[in-house]
């Protein structure tokens, strides 16, 4: 879900650059600056989602007890990994939309589902 708002928020960000460059063709507004180091509100985006699923995985094996069942440690390891594996991908996901879009029609439109 994170990398989707991530994505949405992108190519809105492309419509309103696009607008701004025109007002400022014609108003002779200065343009807005860059993102200081090169990290835009996308990567802190991506670095806060991926810590904070990271922290909450973390939780469990740090507060369980210890004389539970050692198969229900076993199987939250596994699930822990899945996940921690998917989100350290999804972090190195690119999710920056294109800067030649369609006027009108959005990125997802012409995009295939992963699944299918």
Avoid: F
């Avoid at 696009?18 to 090169?38: I, W």
């Avoid at 004389?67 to 998917?86: G, K, N, R």
């Amino acid at each position: 879900m994170g990398l989707r708002n991530i994505q949405n928020c992108s190519w809105l960000k492309r419509r309103v650059e696009a607008l701004e460059d025109e007002v400022a063709k014609r108003t002779n507004a200065p343009k807005q600056p860059g993102a200081p180091h090169k990290i835009g509100k996308t990567e802190a985006e991506k670095g806060i989602y991926s810590v904070t699923i990271l922290a909450w995985l973390s939780i469990p094996a740090l507060v369980s007890p210890r004389d539970e069942p050692p198969y229900l440690l076993a199987m939250y390891v596994a699930s822990a990994v899945l996940i921690a594996t998917l989100t350290v991908l999804s972090a190195y996901a690119d999710v920056h939309v294109a800067k030649n879009v369609p006027k009108g029609e959005h990125p997802s439109q012409n995009q295939k589902s992963p699944v299918s």
